[in-house]
């Protein structure tokens, strides 16, 4: 016995939208990991990296030995 299958025209169209959907959430993702690779390659001292965060860290200042 063969199987009925008919697709609607709806299921169609919500197929090219979850595609659609997806090419996005993948392209934002690619993104995100693309910037965070160019951030970390950037570091010349890893130190850097916790530069952000919007308090001071005595040990994130330079010291430079003389005033």
């Known amino acids: 016995m063969m199987a009925i299958r008919v697709e609607h025209e709806l299921h169609a169209r919500r197929r090219g ?3 659609g959907l997806l090419a996005v959430l993948v392209a934002f993702v690619v993104l995100v990991f693309f910037l965070t690779v160019v951030k970390v390659r950037s570091l010349d001292d890893p130190r850097a990296f916790q530069g952000f965060d919007h308090t001071v860290r005595p040990a994130m ?3 430079d030995g003389g005033s």
Request: aromatic share 0%; net charge positive.
């Open 17 to 19: 939208r979850n595609l």
């Open 61 to 63: 200042i330079p010291q």
